[in-house]
């Protein structure tokens, strides 16, 4: 199981710190919440620990036991949904789905059907992503992120665009496939967003040290 170490961790953008001497240790299979509201750097915290952004001070360490995993082999073990990853836009449902399945396989071998049944558009199959309204997109991105078959599940904002029904769904996909895993959600302080997590870190608790 994936364990994760945080020391230290700094980034800022020119002379601006967003975040400051941040250090966090998250067991392997815990769930922490991320909170701060807008352009509070919750987001650019999460890019960092998934390691597409790199920090200006500090290290991430995640190990699987008691070895360390190296950059090349963590991406397979992260899957991500938020609103600035992109899917392609070109592909159709079902290709986008496949796409996603050859570079990281879904849990408990569930087949791309699998997954089109589980996130409820099997009528949009065949309609291009560029055709999807923001909710099917975000239900898309959430589908293909929790049912990924990874040890790390990163989530910045699960819930933006979803209605009272996709929620639902939402925490339903987090009962029946999280719980083995660890879950780094970042929030506005919406519950319905981490109701599962025990441990979290607001951001805005590392913005005084950040004035050193």
């Keep these: 199981m994936i364990s994760l170490s945080i020391n230290k961790l700094g980034k800022k953008f020119n002379r601006e710190w967003i975040f400051r001497d941040l250090s966090l240790e998250i067991a392997a299979n ?90 409820e558009l099997k009528e949009a199959k065949d309609k291009l992503i560029k055709q999807f309204s923001s909710g099917m997109k975000q239900r898309l991105k959430l589908g293909l992120a929790i049912l990924a078959d990874t040890q790390l599940l990163l989530l910045d904002e699960p819930v933006s665009n979803l209605d009272r029904k996709a929620i639902e769904w939402y925490k339903h996909l987090i009962g029946a496939y999280c719980k083995e895993r660890m879950v780094i959600v970042c929030s506005n302080a919406i519950a319905e967003e981490y109701f599962f997590c025990e441990a979290e870190l607001n951001v805005m608790d590392y913005k005084v040290s950040a004035k050193k």
């Excluded at 987001?43 to 190296?70: H, M």
């Design 30 to 119: 815990q769930k922490l919440v991320i909170l701060g509201g807008n352009g509070s750097g919750k987001s650019t915290l999460l890019q960092v620990l998934s390691g597409f952004v790199s920090a200006n001070e500090g290290e991430v360490i995640y190990r699987l036991g008691d070895k360390k995993i190296e950059a090349d082999h963590l991406r397979k073990s992260i899957s991500l949904a938020s609103p600035y990853l992109q899917l392609v836009e070109d592909f159709t449902l079902m290709e986008m789905i496949e796409h996603a399945q050859i570079f990281k396989p879904f849990l408990k071998n569930l087949s791309a059907q699998d997954l089109l049944s589980i996130i």
